[in-house]
């Protein structure tokens, strides 16, 4: 093997996602649809009970629609990343991840080129989101959209590894819904999207905590801070860390036998 041929292997599963995405531009048009919604609507009946201080990265009062949007963004990639996830549980139930994998290319090479095609197209919705929600008056700095890319990356490898380690062991495509509503709105809730941590440690102690064991917390602040013109170690660290251990975890776990065919199901 030399470098060419990993390029190539790069190049044919980079293609194929984004063909993919390309033929399912509904899917394009209802991951921008739901942050939006809660943009314009969630955040207009919020804006006068959740008036935000001046916390960091910020430094002056903003209004509720400008401390949620990264949060938003971040709901993008985690939607985005359990969709991907979704549609490797199926090339497994039809077969064309097992065609994949009969690649010389090494196993842990063509999973991590997965995360990162998934990727791409979480970045590319979010940088559309964050274009439309500038109708809404969010408007971060024009550097801060170069800025912020280093922290979309690495917060797309981070869920899309977390989606391969969830589709590495749920064997029925009929039991991905549940598993995704299961891990989707705790992240999500459980974090700093949509509301500042101080708010949660003054609500309730415990809460507060596990706020910050949950690494999507971090991602958002990471998103947040850079989008912002700020550098938070603390967040880039964790989330760094948490895909570390998630991309070890999902590619020496991954096998693509464990799913069973759906033919083989209906008919025992």
Not at 14 to 23: A, D, G, K, S, V
Not at 94 to 115: A, C, D
Not at 141 to 170: D, E, F, K, Q, R
Request: glycine share 6%.
């Amino acid at each position: 093997m030399n470098p060419s041929h990993y390029w190539h292997g790069f190049v044919g599963v980079q293609t194929r996602e984004w063909l993919r995405f390309w033929q399912q531009r509904t899917r394009f048009a209802s991951a921008l649809v739901r942050p939006l919604l809660w943009l314009v609507v969630f955040a207009a009946g919020f804006r006068a009970v959740l008036g935000i201080s001046i916390i960091p990265p910020y430094d002056t009062y903003i209004t509720y629609e400008n401390y949620i949007a990264p949060g938003l963004c971040g709901m993008i990639i985690l939607f985005n990343s359990m969709q991907g996830a979704l549609s490797m549980v199926y090339d497994r139930e039809l077969g064309s991840m097992r065609v994949l994998l009969t690649s010389p290319l090494p196993r842990p090479f063509l999973l991590v080129t997965k995360l990162l095609a998934m990727g791409g197209v979480s970045v590319a919705q979010v940088y559309l989101f964050l274009t439309l929600a500038l109708l809404v008056d969010v408007e971060p700095p024009n550097w801060g959209y170069l800025a912020v890319l280093p922290a979309l990356i690495l917060t797309s490898l981070m869920l899309g590894a977390l989606g391969l380690l969830i589709a590495t062991w749920v064997k029925q495509l009929e039991n991905f819904a549940g598993v995704m509503n299961f891990v989707i709105f705790p992240m999500f809730f459980l974090s700093s999207a949509l509301y500042p941590l101080w708010r949660m440690n003054e609500a309730s102690p415990w809460l507060y905590w596990i706020c910050q064991f949950n690494p999507f917390t971090h991602a958002v602040e990471a998103i947040r801070f850079s989008l912002y013109l700020s550098w938070n170690s603390q967040a880039f660290g964790i989330t760094a860390g948490a895909t570390l251990v998630l991309a070890l975890l999902a590619t020496a776990s991954f096998r693509p036998q464990r799913t069973r065919i759906l033919g083989k199901d209906s008919a025992s």
